[in-house]
């Protein structure tokens, strides 16, 4: 079955520690997103890629860095500079950027801080 | 600047009590409004789209509807398994096909 596959499920950072969140997909779609939802809130744009090698940053990209070495992978890299990163974090594809797509969303890792 | 304002927060209803749920959208130029269910611990589901005023949809006992300021999202005779968050989100002419979402509205349907 064709999906968004996130991993691990639920992650814990030590102050100071950066950790990598792994989003692969296997919907041949063109773009990728990843989104923080905090709780009780919707969902805000961290960094979005439409092509290979190329990525964007959305509205919260302060903290993060992401990587978009092939079509099927968009990992998350939350550094030692984001001070809140509690919370649950979303990757998310769609078959093509910039054209009001639909998103495909995989089943989120929850992110919390010891 | 795009916003999507949903309401109400958290809505309670019995088996069988239809409702409504409201998402008001301000947005330049609406390319699409979305609606997407999600359950506790989990990505959003797709449930619908809609691209201009006057559009409705349907699936199963949900009914979407948009008109040029807000759409609502119609719950007919609803089950326990409709408890899920609903996510409201619009795309733009001037956020490059970017969702803004809202901040949903969790529907509790107790038998």
């Known amino acids: 079955d064709g999906g968004i596959t996130q991993s691990p499920k639920y992650l814990f950072r030590k102050e100071g520690q950066n950790v990598t969140l792994s989003c692969e997909q296997n919907?041949?779609?063109?773009?990728m997103y990843w989104y923080r939802q905090d709780p009780g809130q919707g969902l805000r744009l961290i960094y979005y890629?439409?092509?290979?090698?190329?990525?964007q940053k959305g509205d919260i990209a302060e903290g993060y860095s992401v990587s978009r070495e092939k079509k099927e992978s968009f990992p998350l890299t939350v550094t030692s500079a984001q001070k809140n990163p509690t919370a649950f974090y979303l990757c998310?594809?769609?078959?093509?950027?910039?054209?009001?797509?639909?998103?495909?969303f995989g089943s989120g890792t929850q992110l919390s801080v010891l | 600047e795009d916003q999507v304002t949903q309401s109400p927060e958290a809505l309670r209803l019995q088996e069988g009590e239809s409702s409504s749920l409201n998402c008001s959208y301000t947005?330049?130029?609406?390319?699409?409004l979305f609606w997407y269910r999600q359950d506790p611990g989990k990505g959003p589901e797709f449930l619908f789209t809609?691209?201009?005023a006057g559009e409705e949809k349907e699936k199963e006992r949900l009914k979407a509807t948009l008109t040029k300021k807000e759409s609502f999202l119609h719950i007919t005779a609803p089950k326990p398994e409709d408890s899920a968050t609903y996510l409201c989100?619009?795309?733009?002419?001037?956020?490059?096909?970017?969702?803004?979402f809202g901040d949903g509205t969790t529907l509790t349907v107790k038998p």
């Open positions: 947005v330049s130029g609406l390319r699409g």
């Open positions: 998310a594809s769609s078959i093509v950027a910039l054209y009001y797509e639909k998103l495909f």
């Open positions: 809609l691209y201009s």
């Open positions: 919907l041949n779609h063109d773009a």
């Open positions: 989100a619009v795309q733009g002419d001037t956020n490059a096909g970017k969702s803004t």
């Open positions: 890629s439409q092509i290979v090698n190329d990525f």
